[in-house]
């Protein structure tokens, strides 16, 4: 069970990092890519991160296990939405002459708010490792899960912008994005089952 929390941690990381370079990608081809619309994007997004791992250390300790995989399920939809509605609320917003940096905070939010579903979960996968040993093992655990999100982040960072986008598009990119962060949710939904868990990804793939 470790390791399929350490993968799913890394795949959070890895998606929730390839998520901030799509967006800063998309942003781009309205509004620019100079250091300050890729800047106000990345402070958006880390804000979400912020809020995230923090309400979710405030969680921890009331949720069980099947509510990451609600979580991760959510997220997707979130994702989804970002992805159908980005172009034309984009566009919209760059003809009517709206200010750049104020499309790059929105862009920000967008993505932001599927990046902070899939936050949430790393300190409540943490608890649930640590009360599966006696003593206090939530330090352990929430150093271990940040470790391994953050090495997805490199990941991501990596293969996102260097090989996926080049290669397979954007369209593709997010696509699998969002299949990564379902497939995570569906893999504990079949250990844990959840209806609320299927729900959120049978509205994620009708979208």
């Known amino acids: 069970m470790r390791f399929l929390i350490l993968l799913l ?3 959070e990381g890895f998606v929730s990092l390839g998520v901030e370079v799509y967006s800063m990608k998309v942003a781009s081809l309205f509004i620019g890519s100079n250091v300050m619309m890729t800047g106000t994007i990345l402070a958006m997004i880390l804000l979400f991160i912020a809020l995230g791992y923090y309400i979710g250390g405030r969680l921890s300790s009331k949720s069980e296990i099947y509510t990451v995989s609600t979580l991760f ?14 172009f034309p609320l984009l566009a919209f917003l760059s003809i009517t002459n709206v200010d750049p940096i ?7 939010v967008l993505f932001g708010i599927g990046v902070f579903f899939g936050c949430l979960v790393v300190p409540l996968m943490a608890s649930f490792l640590s009360k599966q040993e006696s003593g206090n093992t939530t330090g352990k655990y929430t150093g271990m899960l940040v470790a391994v999100t953050t090495i997805g982040n490199v990941v991501g960072s990596m293969l996102v912008p260097i090989y996926m986008i080049p290669f397979l598009g954007l369209s593709s990119t997010m696509q699998i994005l969002i299949y990564l962060i379902l497939g995570a949710s569906l893999t504990l939904a079949i250990r844990y089952p959840s209806w609320k868990t299927l ?3 049978l509205i994620s793939i009708f979208i």
């Open 102 to 108: 104020l499309i790059a905070m929105i862009t920000g």
């Open 73 to 86: 399920a959510i997220a997707g939809l979130f994702y989804e939405i970002a992805y159908a509605v980005k």
């Open 9 to 11: 941690a890394f795949i």
């Open 199 to 201: 729900l959120f990804i």
